[in-house]
């Protein structure tokens, strides 16, 4: 039996630089219009019961476009010329936003304005070379072949570029092309674990290494450790930004506008954004080198996570946990990394080499069989072993 293929896709965001930023406009505004009339149509045509998205196009189509046989339809499609697959994509998005109000509870007002983004089927786009494409565009007139240099992102070696779509931003138009990318390494966690596969487990702190892994073999010894430092700089940049915004409020220079504060807000998000992808990758990289085929996490608890981050304060170290995790999760599976969340019941008051509770004094930690070492490190041992045992067959209990 052939193995199933496993992929992930990952948008990947690029400037365009054009001259022509209002044609793309155009194809924008004609592109609502057209949904605007197909979820419209949609609303009056499936009033009792909503058929498969397929099957609405099918019924969409028919009532508006001219079969081979040249019978005038029932209400036929406002515009000439308007090319097939262009059309297609907008009764999609129409089909998508049609449902979404059908789901709605409240608040049932058909929409009459669309600002959707124009995805381009095949057909609508060719040659692409990474740094350029070529994209038909709508230019108010006529439909036109249009060239457009790419700016900003790379594009992976491996992989198949999916339908991408226009996106009109204020800060100029972005293409978006999204990049399926097929894993190699589709094996459940269970079947890694029953080949003895390596584990890396991963704890959060408010420390400057705010992210400790260790290593562990299908045993449970500890084969590596690995400190990913970073979070005493992340939070000094924080507070540069933070003091700023609250000078700005002191002076009263932002009541009358928010313009200047949105800006700090910004670059905290920005902050955000750098350190917890580089502390993932960081993460995945050393995880990959060291051959573990399994991460474990310690469960995302929010009532937990909040108390602990409301306490550690907005901006801290253990704050880019969240962010850190979602990336880790991300960027795992399309290295074909496995990731596991374990409760993170007891992994901190126990030493992992005995069992034995332990004392804490500041970073370290000492327990009764004389057994000391870094506290942190000690808890992700303890969390890769939950796991190890988690999928060890359970022991027929005996009675007495
Ligand atoms: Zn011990």
């Given amino acids: 039996m052939e193995k199933p293929q496993y992929y992930s896709i990952t948008v990947k965001k690029m400037n365009i630089l054009t001259r022509h930023s209002d044609w793309l406009v155009k194809t924008q505004d004609l592109y609502n219009q057209i949904l605007e009339f197909y979820y419209n149509l949609y609303l009056d045509t499936f009033q009792d019961g909503r058929p498969g998205s397929m099957e609405a196009l099918r019924t969409l189509e028919k009532l508006t476009i001219p079969g081979r046989d040249r019978q005038p339809v029932q209400y036929p499609l406002p515009w000439q010329k308007v090319p097939l697959y262009f059309r ?29 983004s124009v995805t381009c089927y095949k057909g609508m786009y060719r040659d692409f ?47 978006h092309i999204p990049w399926k990318i097929f894993v190699k390494d589709g094996r459940t966690a269970k079947e890694r674990m029953a080949a003895g596969e390596k584990i890396c487990a991963v704890t959060f702190t408010n420390q400057d290494a705010l992210t400790v892994c260790c290593v562990l073999n299908s ?84 009532e937990y996570s909040r108390i602990l981050m409301s306490k550690a304060g907005n901006f801290s170290p253990i704050h880019l946990s969240t962010a850190i995790r979602e990336k880790i999760k991300y960027k795992a599976w399309q290295e074909g990394l496995v990731v596991l969340e374990l409760q993170q019941h007891n992994i901190s008051s126990t030493c992992a080499a005995c069992g034995a ?16 070492g870094n506290y942190y490190l000690n808890a992700s041992w303890n969390l890769g072993l939950k796991c190890i045992r988690g999928f060890q067959p359970k022991e027929p209990r005996t009675s007495d």
Wanted: charged fraction near 25%; glycine fraction near 6%; proline fraction near 3%.
């Fill in 88 to 116: 297609r994509a907008a009764i999609n998005s129409a089909i998508a936003v049609a449902s979404s109000y059908l789901s709605r509870e409240k608040q049932k007002i058909r929409s009459t304005s669309f600002t959707e």
């Fill in 129 to 175: 070379e990474g740094n350029a494409i070529t994209l038909k565009i709508w230019t108010g007139e006529k439909w036109l072949w249009h060239r457009i240099k790419l700016r900003g992102n790379t594009i992976p070696e491996e992989g198949q570029m999916m339908s991408p779509s226009i996106v009109l931003k204020k800060t100029g138009p972005e293409l």
């Fill in 219 to 302: 045993d449970g010894a500890k084969e590596n450790v690995f400190f990913v430092r970073g979070g005493a700089e992340y939070a000094h940049r924080c507070r540069q930004v933070t003091d700023k915004i609250k000078k700005s409020e002191a002076s009263g220079s932002s009541g009358s506008s928010a313009i200047p504060n949105s800006r700090y807000w910004m670059k905290l998000k920005n902050l955000n954004d750098f350190y917890s992808h580089s502390i993932s990758r960081q993460v995945i990289n050393c995880t990959i080198k060291q051959g573990a085929k399994i991460i474990v996490l310690p469960e995302y608890e929010k």
């Fill in 357 to 372: 509770s332990l004392h804490k004094k500041e970073q370290n930690f000492v327990c009764k069989n004389g057994h000391q």
